[in-house]
């Protein structure tokens, strides 16, 4: 047991990413189930949805899950309401500052963890009262930021007192090993969770990232503030790249972005969806149910440490 597995009350370290339209209630009961800390993503979602999606989860599993507040979004002031009201325990944040709801959440016995970018945003988390910080480098699928993992999370291990749970680039033992000497107590895990057995996406979107290269994802929305996401390099990814360079607004290359990503969840189009993926795609060459993932990468985790002292 370290910090994170007694803060979190969970048996391993591993914590699934929150992936909007794909971190549903089923596969975060999953997780939780295989005894890691499965996540509900509340993006996109009105709180009615949200509600039902927790309620469905606490019929799933009796293990800890979290909520993730996609902060920029309209609906998130009644989502925040909805998880204090359904005794959610644990929320995860991203896309804005948990600043405004800090004081409901904390007063509601809520453990609050940020995703963050940086250093500097690393320290304001800590100060503003968050229980951990979720230090995601560039490497990961989705919404990313300018800085990779391996030189992200030793620094901010380095600057902060609370726990650190490392997200970008984790694949495997070789993965959670390397993130936990550079400081983390922890590991976030998107891309292998989103291709899991109990993972909504469709047939289409496993073969994408199964079959995906080292170099086989693309960053789009680059040139638009807090706008660069990465997927599979795909024709909807160079779309988006096209579409970008007519200087449109960002609420607009959102909107596109937000209807590729839900195209591919719900219709598994190969050349219409924008399928999120980290680089450590190129990794993973099967689709597992998600409990098994989660004790895989433990496993492969203790035969890497094992592996290492015999070297040594």
Known sequence: MNRVTK????K???????????ATADLAAAVSNGGGLGIIAAGGKTPDQVREAIRKAKKLTDKPFAV?????????????????????????????????????????????????????????M?????????????????????????????????????PLIAAGGIGDGRGVVEAFIAGA???????????????????????????????GTAVVGTSIKGGATRGIANEEALKLTELEKTGVSRDDFNAAMNKALYKG???????????????VAGLIKESKPAAQIVQDLMDDAQRVIKKGVEIL
């Open 7 to 10: 803060l979190l009350g969970i």
């Open 12 to 22: 391993y370290p591993v914590v699934q990413g929150a992936m909007q339209e794909v």
């Open 265 to 279: 969840v719900q219709e598994d189009d190969p050349k219409e969806s924008f399928f999120m993926s980290g680089e």
């Open 126 to 162: 800590e100060e503003m009262g968050a229980d951990a910080v979720i230090v995601e480098g560039m490497e990961a699928g989705g919404h990313i930021g300018n800085t990779t993992s391996m030189v992200l999370w030793p620094q901010i291990a380095d600057a902060i007192s609370i």
């Open 185 to 215: 107590e922890g590991v976030q895990c998107g891309t292998i969770f989103s291709i899991a057995k109990e993972s909504p996406v469709g047939e289409n979107w496993r073969k994408a990232v199964i079959d995906a290269t080292d170099t």
């Open 68 to 124: 993730n507040l996609m902060l920029m979004d309209k609906n998130t002031p009644n989502v925040v309401k909805v998880l204090i009201e359904e005794g959610v325990k644990i929320v995860t944040t991203g896309a804005g500052t948990p600043k405004p709801y800090m004081t409901d959440l904390k007063a509601a016995g809520v453990k609050v963890m940020p995703v963050i970018p940086n250093v500097k945003i690393a320290k304001k």
